[in-house]
């Protein structure tokens, strides 16, 4: 049933592939006959169509030729292209398929290929199977960036046969992108995963030390005259959701269970110059995951992950760096997506003498998304919501009232990239805007306009060996003076420290500026050795947080990186890779405020167990945050080690040992301990728990009140602390198409204050000058518990079309004493009243 090989594509008789070779694939238009997708390959065409093989290994043997033979056929017609993928097998009873949710990856046996439509060497289209008949899709960017919210419509069959097994495809045109011309060249990869022996092929070659893969693409010929069909798509949705609150946010005039019901819907329409519109009018994500618990006691805001479907599918487009690497340089973003749709800015309780209504997230109206690259290699991305004015009901005795905690409000982002050389070079810029509506009192408090913009440059030069990225930006927020107060005071600047002379607060500022700058010059392929230098700005007045996302300002920051790497197996270590990091923080007036150094070590021992060591010294770094407005503190040196082993992946059973120990030169410490264990006892069905601990004594906990006590002096408590959580999750695919998903996370942390502080000289050489001890009529010991869960049945009723049955629920209960006791404690969080929500949902794809 496979056919014959060696006559169609002679096979290559020198074990090590000359990687060098050119690698052309030719695409045949098909006849009258229509292909059934079924993966039985019993159409005509398939047997005598000719096709490529001679795959090279990328793993284990990098080079090499792969040890079990591929076949794959590329055909074509006015509609769709058609691959089949013979993958032969000597051991057919060993390949590896496990049942799983879409786009989820598993220790299978893999099987696809990937598209440049644009043949820009930068973009592609994935797709990928598993014996099992489980779909991946992915959408790359920047040569190697994946994008696996990507989810276009296409069909695939597999079936499994004596000498191996085979995967039929058919992608659709209008699932892709491409420029309207008679004659079509495509960049073309195909790649096989063998999961019992661990070997990673491709049909073009991939060294394990190249810096893209885009690049490294073959060339597809032979298209000629294809429809380049633009296809409208609308995805409508209805929606019922009961929510049930727990008895401490109940009150008599507020409904409960309180019952809903909602439509909304997408549209999708492709452009004739390859760009496409997303709409989305009153979109509802009830089906996602929760957000993680936390008890954040920092003066920092947490970052959370996007899961919204609309803004997760092509956001590497509008991913916009300000920072570089760890600390004060990583993280921060221009665009943060989980501002559109935020909790509000206002958020109330309910007492016993008033009840409290109000949303937990604001409503998004709708959002509207042009994306997509021209033939020209214009990559052009464009992106704005609005959402609506949120108000919670208050009621008091017999009366009622409303309350604005959420201004009307309006986002826009917009990115533009152009490359030249081939895509060596790529220059582009980006420019967002986020407006509210004036009018109420909150917004007063609020920036009326906030906008931020970008110009970024990329240059590869050494066939993509070496890597130049540059970045400016600027940033300028106007409102109302209490806005601008609120901006000065933030934590991210901090303008009324009293020993920054470089700053200045003026509070009936009208309008607040800055500007951000990042580079970094590195060699990222060919070789064992790679190095990078770099810096990143932000000037005091720089803010991008009403549609970004930063920690801290006002501080320049360089560091220098050195590793060595080792593919080729040895005795003990199938690879390694060794590093070291040094950097150095200064504020905008020329102080030092920070600096150290971290090595770095990982590893695959031979049975691909994997093990990771990070051991990192901080010296003294003056912290401008620690008082929150006051002066700059010396916290002392520290060091912490960090690491993690893991069992190999491809197992039933597979095992994850996570620990952190941090030890301060004040004499204090911390650790953490995080094992997780993930097993499969069968093909359609994995559990995985991971438990969480961590404890240890801050002794300079900042007391939020401390200005009220001992003379408006700053104090610091010594807190002990606790933390658990656990991560439960749990998946059961009946079939491809239907999936139940479970997620559970406790939550419980535990603090408490042995003493307290007050802060004498924040600069003193030794640290036990710095503070002395002091007697703070206050205590805030705590103990927090919650529980969050999600259960989600997912059918894929037809192809694009999906039901959802959801139930969520939350659990939150708060004591002020301070002792931990596991046991104690989650029998309390399990029995305190519970939050639940149970949705209905149904979506239809349709095109025209």
Not at 134 to 140: A, E, T
Not at 530 to 558: C, H, L
Not at 793 to 803: A, D, M, P, Q, V
Request: with cysteine; net charge positive.
């Amino acid at each position: 049933m496979l056919g014959i090989l060696t006559p169609l594509c002679p096979i290559i008789s020198a074990k090590k592939y000359p990687v060098n070779l050119k690698k052309v694939a030719i695409a045949y238009r098909t006849s009258a006959e229509k292909i059934k997708i079924d993966g039985k390959l019993d159409e005509k065409i398939w047997n005598r169509l000719p096709g490529i093989s001679n795959f090279i290994q990328h793993e284990p043997e990098e080079g090499e030729i792969a040890s079990q033979k591929s076949f794959v056929q590329i055909a074509y017609d006015n509609d769709a292209l058609y691959i089949a993928f013979r993958a032969y097998d000597s051991s057919p009873n060993s390949i590896k398929k496990y049942l799983t949710r879409r786009d989820r990856d598993s220790p299978s046996d893999w099987v696809g290929f990937a598209v440049d439509s644009y043949h820009d060497r930068r973009t592609a289209f994935a797709f990928l199977v598993n014996p099992a008949d489980v779909k991946i899709d992915i959408r790359l960017s920047n040569d190697n960036v994946q994008d696996l919210n990507w989810d276009a419509i296409w069909d695939v069959a597999t079936h499994i046969y004596s000498n191996g097994w085979v995967a039929e495809f058919r992608v659709p045109y209008n699932q892709l992108r491409f420029p309207k011309e008679d004659s079509l060249s495509w960049g073309f990869q195909a790649m096989r995963v063998v999961s019992r022996i661990n070997e990673t092929s491709y049909w073009s070659p991939r060294p394990k030390d190249a810096a893209g893969f885009v690049s490294l693409f073959g060339t597809l010929e032979g298209l000629n005259r294809v429809n380049n069909v633009e296809a409208l798509q609308i995805l409508p949705y209805a929606m019922a959701t009961s929510h049930n609150k727990p008895p401490s946010e109940r009150h008599a005039n507020i409904q409960n269970p309180l019952n809903t019901y909602d439509i909304g819907g997408e549209i999708k329409y492709p452009f004739p110059n390859n760009l496409t519109l997303d709409l989305t009018i009153n979109p509802d994500y009830g089906q996602v995951e929760s957000d993680p618990s936390e008890f954040n006691l920092t003066a920092y805001e947490t970052y959370f992950d996007e899961k919204r479907p609309f803004f997760l599918e092509g956001s590497n487009l509008f991913n916009y760096k300000v920072g570089i690497g760890m600390g004060r340089m990583a993280g921060g973003h221009l665009f943060y997506s989980r501002r559109i749709g935020r909790i509000p800015h206002t958020r109330l309780s309910n007492s016993p003498e008033f009840g409290v209504e109000q949303p937990p997230s604001t409503t998004i109206l709708g959002a509207a998304k042009i994306s997509g690259r021209t033939k020209n290699g214009w990559s052009i991305g464009i992106l704005n919501a609005m959402t609506k004015e949120e108000q919670a009901t208050i009621y008091e005795a017999n009366t009622k009232r409303l309350q604005v905690v959420e201004p009307l409000s309006n986002y826009f982002v917009s990115r533009i990239q152009r490359d030249f050389n081939q895509g060596r070079t790529v220059l582009g810029g980006m420019a967002t805007n986020v407006y509210r509506q004036p009018g109420s009192d909150l917004a007063k408090t609020l920036p009326r306009t906030a906008t931020t913009g970008g110009i970024d440059l990329t240059h590869k030069w050494e066939h993509h060996t070496y890597e130049f990225n540059l970045s400016v930006m600027g940033s300028q927020v106007t409102g109302d003076t209490l806005a601008m107060q609120r901006e000065q005071l933030s934590s991210a600047r901090y303008y009324q420290r009293p020993d920054a002379e470089h700053l200045k607060y003026d509070p009936q500022r009208t309008s607040l500026a800055g500007f951000a700058g990042r580079f970094n010059l590195r060699k990222v392929g060919t070789g064992h050795w790679k190095w990078a230098v770099g810096g990143v700005t932000r000037s005091p007045g720089f803010e991008i947080n009403d549609i970004g996302y930063m920690q801290t300002a006002d501080f320049n920051s360089f560091f220098v990186w050195l590793g060595y790497n080792e593919y080729t197996p040895g005795i003990i270590l199938r690879t390694y890779s060794v590093s070291s990091k040094a950097w150095k923080y200064f504020d905008y007036s020329a102080t030092a405020i920070g600096n150290g150094v971290q090595f770095a070590l990982s590893a695959q021992f031979i049975n691909y167990w994997s093990f990771q060591l990070w051991l990192t010294r901080n010296q003294q770094n003056l912290d401008t945050g620690l008082l929150r407005g006051g002066p700059a503190f010396l916290l002392p040196a520290h060091t912490s080690i960090f690491y993690q082993l893991q069992t190999d992946n491809r197992k039933p059973l597979q095992i994850t040992l996570k620990s952190m120990y941090e030890k301060w030169e004040s004499g204090f410490s911390s650790w953490s301990l995080s094992p997780t264990v993930l097993v499969r006892p069968i093909g359609r069905f994995d559990f995985s728990v991971s438990l969480n601990y961590a404890s240890g004594i801050n002794d300079l906990q900042y007391i939020p009140l401390s200005t009220k006590f001992l003379n408006n002096n700053y104090v610091l408590g010594r807190l002990d602390r606790s933390i658990f959580y656990s991560t439960i999750r749990a998946n059961l695919t009946l079939t491809p198409n239907l999936t139940l998903q479970y997620y559970g996370m406790p939550y419980i942390t535990v603090g408490h204050y042995l003493k307290f502080h007050t802060v004498k000289d924040p600069r003193a050489p030794v640290y036990r000058d710095r503070i002395q001890d002091a007697a703070v009529p206050w205590n805030n010991d705590f103990n927090y518990r919650q529980f969050k869960s999600n259960l989600v049945l997912r059918w894929e009723y037809k192809s694009g079309s999906t039901f959802y049955f959801v139930w969520s629920q939350g659990i939150t209960s708060f004591e002020q004493y301070g002792q931990f006791n596991f046991a104690d404690d989650a029998h309390q969080l399990f029995n305190s009243p519970s939050e639940n929500i149970f949705l209905v949902k149904i979506t239809r794809w349709l095109n025209f």
